[in-house]
């Protein structure tokens, strides 16, 4: 029992982690520093704005200062639209972390986690929010009602808190009190009000309501929105005979799409390899592309060498010798050889072969060469050699004699009698 327990209090620690680990997609939307899918865009002239502006579907009156786009009825408010929509849904569908009060503010301080109230709900003064030195931490709020903050209020975020990480999720209308500072992306299901020199510094996103302001400063910074995509081709990698065989690595080789900026490429090689000078060679290299707010983002190509070729021999050419001391000496030194991959190509004489011998200088010789590359890749050559003695020797007879008896018959000379022979022996 006792572990039992353990496990499912252990399980309702973690799980919400799991839950709040990712912010939303905000898709199109990212880019609005105020935007309403349906309802009206009621600006004002003491209104300056940093951030893409518009509705979808309603009226439309711009601000007295903007940088950014507007985008009224058109198909990147569509896209917005639909964007925001599902952004809500996914916030709305959270799994809650815990549970709060309907009052928030007075110093109040709060850590990474996704909270809700079960109905409307108010800031009155500071709220803090600690990302406790983690730059990626998530805040989300679910608030079942409307929200509304009092004059002069504020959201500050401390130790590593970014605003583009804090998400709130208001079921009904919002209001920020006049001089207040809020922070945060606001995706609420009714409308937005900005009442007098209220300051945003994030987005303000309806599914369904008017868009009100009033001598109001909202920013979106470029951070918040900046998307960088980098895309690498698969046709550059693969797999290659020889080092050389790799192409350059070249800013060109891959796609980039930035939203903040020109990006830059740096590119960066690690390789490994044993056995030999291309195989197996494995080369890493990463493109890493980094935007004008500084967002990085890298992309790996594995490139990989295997030379199973092997080299090329030259062998010598075959020889027809009359003497068995005409064999021609090991030419391995002498071999022509080439490697596809330009490497150390070793040549050894393997063996000689000595068939249909009758006499020591009549019989063949079958040489084999075997040339070998620093990847373990062989040929191998035959050179005929063939000892063939046909070239009778000679000799010089003993001169003619007359004689006048029997008994003076020369003995036999053979002894004597001179020869030679063109391979020495007879």
């Known amino acids: 029992m006792k572990f039992f327990l353990l496990v499912f209090?252990?399980?309702?620690?973690?799980?919400?982690?799991?839950?709040?680990?990712?912010?939303?997609?905000?898709?199109?939307?990212?880019?609005?520093?105020?935007?309403?899918?349906?309802?009206?865009?009621?600006?004002?002239?003491a209104t300056s704005v940093i951030g893409d502006i518009g509705t979808d579907m309603g009226a439309f009156t711009p601000v007295g200062f903007h940088i950014g786009q507007v985008h009224v009825s058109d198909a990147v408010s569509a896209q917005a639209a639909a964007d925001v929509m599902d952004a809500y849904a996914d916030l709305a569908g959270r799994i809650c972390g815990m549970n709060i009060g309907v009052t928030l503010g007075g110093g109040q301080i709060?850590?990474?986690?996704?909270?809700?109230?079960?109905?409307?709900?108010?800031?009155?003064g500071d709220l803090v929010l600690d990302a406790e030195g983690d730059p990626d931490a998530i805040f989300i709020f679910q608030f079942d009602g409307a929200f509304a903050s009092s004059v002069n209020s504020t959201v500050t975020l401390i130790n590593g808190a970014s605003l583009c990480n804090v998400f709130w999720q208001i079921n009904g209308q919002v209001d920020l009190g006049e001089n207040s500072v809020f922070q945060g992306t606001i995706i609420a299901e009714g409308a937005i009000n900005l009442l007098a020199e209220a300051r945003l510094v994030g987005r303000g996103l309806s599914t369904a309501g008017a868009i009100s302001t009033n001598a109001n400063v909202v920013t979106l910074p470029a951070a918040c929105f900046c998307v960088l995509t980098v895309v690498c081709p698969a046709?550059?990698?693969?797999?290659?005979?020889?080092?050389?065989?790799i192409p350059i690595g070249q800013a060109a080789d891959v796609t980039v799409e930035s939203?903040?900026?020109?990006?830059?490429?740096?590119?960066?090689?690690?390789?490994?390899?044993?056995?030999?000078?291309?195989?197996?060679?494995?080369l890493i290299r990463t493109y890493t592309v980094t935007d004008e707010e500084g967002n990085t983002t890298?992309?790996?190509?594995?490139?990989?060498?295997?030379?199973?070729?092997?080299?090329?021999?030259?062998?010598?050419?075959?020889?027809?010798?009359?003497?068995?001391?005409?064999?021609?000496?090991?030419?391995?030194?002498?071999?022509?050889?080439?490697?596809?991959?330009?490497?150390?190509?070793?040549v050894v004489l393997e063996s000689d072969v000595?068939?249909?011998?009758?006499?020591?200088?009549?019989?063949?010789?079958?040489?084999?060469y075997v040339?070998?590359?620093?990847?373990?890749?062989s040929t191998s050559c035959v050179q005929s050699i063939l000892v063939s003695d046909l070239?009778?020797?000679?000799?010089?007879?003993?001169?003619?004699?007359?004689?006048?008896?029997?008994?003076?018959?020369p003995l036999d000379a053979s002894l004597d009698i001179v020869t030679s022979d063109n391979c020495g022996g007879v």
């Open 391 to 409: 070239v009778p020797p000679t000799i010089e007879c003993p001169i003619d004699v007359t004689i006048s008896c029997l008994n003076l018959v």
């Open 298 to 346: 890298d992309c790996i190509v594995t490139y990989t060498t295997i030379d199973d070729t092997a080299p090329t021999i030259e062998c010598p050419i075959d020889v027809t010798i009359s003497c068995l001391d005409l064999v021609p000496l090991d030419a391995s030194l002498d071999i022509v050889t080439t490697d596809n991959c330009g490497g150390v190509v070793t």
């Open 371 to 377: 040339a070998t590359d620093d990847c373990g890749n």
């Open 259 to 282: 939203a903040c900026g020109v990006a830059t490429v740096v590119i960066s090689e690690t390789s490994s390899g044993t056995g030999c000078a291309a195989s197996p060679f494995i």
């Open 235 to 245: 046709a550059i990698g693969g797999t290659y005979q020889c080092i050389d065989d």
């Open 354 to 368: 000595i068939t249909g011998q009758t006499c020591p200088n009549n019989f063949s010789i079958l040489r084999t």
């Open 110 to 124: 709060l850590t990474p986690d996704t909270y809700c109230t079960g109905a409307a709900t108010t800031l009155d």
């Open 9 to 45: 209090f252990s399980t309702l620690l973690f799980y919400p982690k799991l839950a709040f680990g990712q912010p939303p997609d905000l898709g199109a939307s990212s880019t609005f520093a105020l935007f309403t899918a349906v309802g009206a865009f009621n600006g004002d002239p």
